[in-house]
């Protein structure tokens, strides 16, 4: 069983910055293109980034310019680094595969954005 532990979330002000980082279990990590999700209590789950399995990378186009996603495959780890904050990246964040299997979803990691 894969498992995704997503942490780096907390509050943060308006126009500030986090990095979020996924610990992704198993030998086959480096294989797999990864990607971050996010989603808003009461609406769906929405893609945000992805990363290929040779490092190539696209993003939603609400976050581009502002975020960017890495990976380290030494360490089985998914990283997500956010700039230019703003209230409507409030959500849980989540890491999975792309596409993502709906059976290995994570816990998340909650980002507040607030003054």
């Known amino acids: 069983q894969v498992q995704f532990v997503e942490s780096g979330g907390g509050l943060v002000q308006p126009g500030g910055s986090l990095r979020l980082s996924c610990a992704v279990s198993g030998s086959m990590f480096r294989f797999w293109a990864m990607g971050w999700y996010r989603q808003v209590v009461g609406t769906q789950r929405e893609w945000l980034a992805r990363?290929?399995?040779?490092?190539?990378?696209d993003y939603d186009d609400s976050v581009k310019g502002r975020f960017t996603i890495s990976r380290d495959n030494a360490k089985n780890t998914v990283y997500l680094q956010m700039n230019s904050l703003n209230p409507e990246d409030t959500a849980v964040y989540y890491c999975?595969?792309?596409?993502?299997?709906?059976?290995?979803w994570g816990q998340g990691t909650q980002v507040i954005v607030s003054s």
């Open positions: 999975n595969l792309v596409p993502p299997n709906n059976q290995w």
């Open positions: 990363i290929t399995s040779d490092g190539n990378t």
